[in-house]
């Protein structure tokens, strides 16, 4: 028993370093910096949530800020972000198309559907009826009902999804998706998690593309071009370039390069 002490007073003063670092307790679980610290977090909210993590424990962990509920912080968020704009244009009346904010023209939607199928809790819904809340938009519901079955939870149009081809970035990888169909399971996942939000994503032109994929040899380098017709599965080799390194690999779109070489010529 007093090792175990010794190790959790230990991973204690671990994060209370990373705190002090970052300003905040929301390791993520799956931090490549310290894998271990990212366990212990999830392991701490898993035993609290079963009843076996001590009292003094959770009392230790609350007076730093530990975040029990990812989701819960996720939304904590936007509500701030939902505060800002009330300031800037005195209402909370965020158009679907707010470019200044997407993510959160979105999250307001998701706010209202889930409400309308009694999935948000009654603490939400006060919270944002206390800020001016905007629950019904001309024309929606009459729309909503009219709407086709959905398979998932919340519709893809209420999420905020397009036709557009997305990679979305998920658990350290990134997952295509188009809006259409079943979402993949991975992002589906994310989607329950996060309290309906998007992860962040990528998004691809409805246009063709040619990809170049460099590989040393020595003191030589070697392109590859890749085509992709803008629609469907981007190539495998692409997308492993891409978790590779973070971003996609040079591109151009196949139509424009064609175009600017016409002009050249003419």
């Keep these: 028993m007093a090792r175990q002490t010794l ?18 307790c929301h390791v993520p679980t799956h931090w490549e910096k310290n894998p271990q610290m990212g366990r212990w977090v ?27 509920t990812p989701a819960d912080k996720v939304w904590n968020e936007m509500i701030v972000r939902l505060v800002k704009y009330k300031g800037k244009h005195g209402n909370c ?32 819904v006060q919270r944002l009826s206390e800020l001016g809340f905007i629950w019904s938009v001309y024309g929606q519901e009459e729309k909503t009902a009219n709407a086709e079955p959905e398979t998932n939870s919340m519709s893809d149009k209420a999420l905020g999804f397009d036709s557009e081809e997305h990679l979305y970035r998920v658990t350290g990888e990134y997952v295509q998706y ?6 993949p399971e991975k992002l589906e996942k994310y989607i ?10 990528i998004f691809l032109p409805r246009s063709p593309l040619v990809f170049q994929i460099g590989i040393s040899d020595s003191d030589r380098m070697f392109v590859r071009k890749i085509k992709w017709p803008g629609k469907g599965p981007i190539p495998e080799e692409v997308l492993e370039s891409l978790n590779e390194n973070g971003a996609l690999p040079p591109h ?7 175009h600017h070489a016409h002009v050249c010529r003419v």
């Design 178 to 183: 188009n809006g259409t169909g079943p979402r």
């Design 252 to 258: 151009f779109d196949l139509h424009l390069h064609a």
């Design 93 to 124: 009346e965020v158009p679907t198309d707010c470019p200044a904010d997407p993510q959160l023209a979105r999250w307001v939607v998701v706010q209202r559907h889930a409400r309308k199928i009694g999935s948000l809790s009654e603490g939400r």
């Design 192 to 201: 329950h998690l996060n309290g309906g939000e998007l992860p962040p994503c």
């Design 42 to 68: 999830a392991v701490q909210r898993y035993r609290r949530k079963i009843g076996e993590l001590q009292e003094h424990y959770v009392i230790r962990l609350d007076r730093i800020g530990f975040v029990w």
């Design 7 to 24: 190790d959790w007073d230990a991973m204690f003063h671990a994060l209370e370093v990373f705190k002090d670092e970052y300003g905040h």
